[in-house]
């Protein structure tokens, strides 16, 4: 069994800045593509961010040139880094990714982690 553990979430002033991180559980794994999403109360999760095992990105239309998606093969590890944070980015942070582990891809998903922009 393979878990996505998040981190780095917590309350930030607009204008603030946070790094969310997904690592998976065990090693010997390796991370296909991988999302970031969040879900918001009473609205529906959406797609904030994702990266290719290539590296390659695309990101929704309400983060670009703010959020940036990355990510440490080496350490099987996606950061989301959240700068220029507003309200509306209050949410929910899941991270998804399709995890290679005894020779097929299985997609997880992360617990979460809350994100709340307030002064």
């Known amino acids: 069994q393979v878990q996505l553990v998040e981190s780095g979430g917590g309350l930030v002033q607009p204008g603030g800045s946070l790094r969310l991180s997904c690592a998976a559980s065990?090693?010997?794994?390796?991370?296909?593509?991988v999302g970031w999403y969040r879900q918001a109360p009473e609205k529906e999760r959406e797609l904030v961010a994702i990266?290719?095992?290539?590296?390659?990105?695309n990101y929704a239309d309400s983060v670009k040139g703010r959020f940036t998606i990355s990510r440490d093969n080496a350490k099987n590890t996606v950061y989301l880094q959240m700068n220029t944070l507003k309200p509306e980015d209050t949410a929910v942070y899941y991270c998804?990714?399709?995890?290679?582990?005894?020779?097929?891809?299985?997609?997880?998903w992360g617990q979460g982690t809350q994100v709340t922009v307030s002064s």
């Open positions: 998804n990714a399709g995890v290679f582990y005894y020779g097929k891809v299985t997609n997880y």
């Open positions: 990266i290719s095992s290539g590296g390659n990105t």
């Open positions: 065990r090693t010997r794994v390796s991370l296909v593509a």
